[in-house]
Nanobody, 122 residues
Framework: QVQLVESGGALVQPGGSLRLSCAASGTIFSINAIGWYRQAPGKQRELVAR???????TYADSVKGRFTISRDNAKNTVYLQMNGLKPEDTAVYYC????????????????WGQGTQVTVSS
């Protein structure tokens, strides 16, 4: 059983910073691509940032230059450093990982966390 648990969401003023964390636990052989998505009220879930095991990163245009994704493979954890936050960044942020639980068959599955709320408001 694989679980992704996010933390770090909070209420922050415009221009502020937050650091989100997502820790993967359970039976894990390898974590391939892992990243962050967000969903604002009334909107579809969208990609924020994603990183591969090899270190290739992808960012949404709306967060480039403000957000930075990083991962600690030893801790099975991915982080999202968010600077220069704007009210339009308000959303529930979800962690998503493509994970291989079992080394014997190398099958990859997509797992989601439960989400953490980020609210940017004065």
């Amino acid at each position: 059983q694989v679980q992704l648990v996010e933390s770090g969401g909070a209420l922050v003023q415009p221009g502020g910073s937050l650091r989100l964390s997502c820790a993967a636990s359970g039976t894990i052989f390898s974590i391939n691509a892992i990243g962050w998505y967000r969903q604002a009220p009334g909107k579809q879930r969208e990609l924020v940032a994603r990183t591969t095991r090899g270190g290739t990163t992808t960012y949404a245009d709306s967060v480039k230059g403000r957000f930075t994704i990083s991962r600690d493979n030893a801790k099975n954890t991915v982080y999202l450093q968010m600077n220069g936050l704007k009210p339009e960044d308000t959303a529930v942020y979800y962690c998503n990982g493509n994970i291989v639980p079992d080394s014997t068959n190398n099958l990859e599955y997509s797992y989601w966390g439960q989400g953490t709320q980020v609210t940017v408001s004065s």
